[in-house]
């Protein structure tokens, strides 16, 4: 049971450059949410979902693009990386108003 | 708009002492809170859910009470020990389905 699965792990890019951030989770869970985590500023919500072909922006969506085309899998496309998006981007998974799952963490530079 | 304050300094307490971490809100009547921890380099781990109609919840040696007049919940380590040190983490429901607000986390460091 692999819970959630995010890669890659880390990944350095330069400015202009897109890529997408893959998370995968294998609970059958219909809500799945991304996050990033800076220095003092805690965990913000980025984009989420509750279910296969529903998303909604969260707290700080700007810069970032995401579908969810099956229940298990939820990529996160940073468009045209920017410096400040740089950080660490956490997935999570869960069921309704129970407890969510992380996983842990990509670790992101913009040069 | 909902906002969540923790304890921004780092703790620092002696092995076996009571840790007691803070978590504020305002604006803001949820039907829950959650507690999660938080290793160096690792995701968030749940510990603790507590109902606005609980008083005080216990997990081993966490305790976790839940004011809502107050609006603040307090989380409780008993017999602290180093192992655990981390980052703690409380969490509300910003609506139906899951979608969660965190605050920026509190740092506890035991000392043997």
């Known amino acids: 049971n692999a819970g959630v699965t995010q890669t890659p792990k880390f990944q350095v890019l330069k400015t202009g450059q897109s890529m997408t951030l893959q998370c995968a989770q294998d609970?059958?869970?219909?809500?799945m949410s991304w996050y990033r985590q800076d220095p003092g500023m805690g965990l913000r919500l980025i984009h989420y979902?509750?279910?296969?072909?529903?998303?909604d922006q969260g707290e700080v969506p700007n810069g970032y693009n995401v579908s969810r085309s099956t229940t298990e899998d939820f990529p996160l496309r940073l468009l045209s990386a920017a410096p400040s998006q740089t950080s660490v981007y956490f997935c999570?998974?869960?069921?309704?108003?129970?407890?969510?799952?992380f996983g842990d963490g990509t670790r992101l530079s913009i040069l | 708009s909902q906002k969540i304050e923790q304890n921004s300094e780092a703790l620092n307490i002696q092995e076996g002492k009571t840790a007691t971490l803070t978590c504020n809100y305002t604006n803001y009547s949820p039907a829950y809170l959650q507690w999660y921890r938080q290793d160096p380099g690792r995701g968030p781990v749940f510990l603790l859910l507590?109902?606005?109609?609980?008083k005080e919840k216990r997990k081993e040696r966490l305790k976790v009470t839940f004011d809502t007049t107050l609006k603040q919940s307090l989380f409780h380590i008993t017999a602290s020990q180093p192992a655990d040190s981390a980052t703690y983490l409380c969490?509300?429901?910003?609506?139906?389905?899951?979608?969660?607000?965190f605050g920026q986390g509190t740092e506890l460091s035991v000392k043997p």
């Open positions: 507590i109902r606005e109609n609980e």
């Open positions: 609970m059958n869970h219909e809500y």
């Open positions: 969490a509300l429901p910003y609506n139906q389905g899951g979608k969660l607000i």
């Open positions: 979902s509750v279910g296969a072909g529903i998303t």
């Open positions: 999570a998974s869960g069921r309704g108003n129970q407890p969510q799952h």
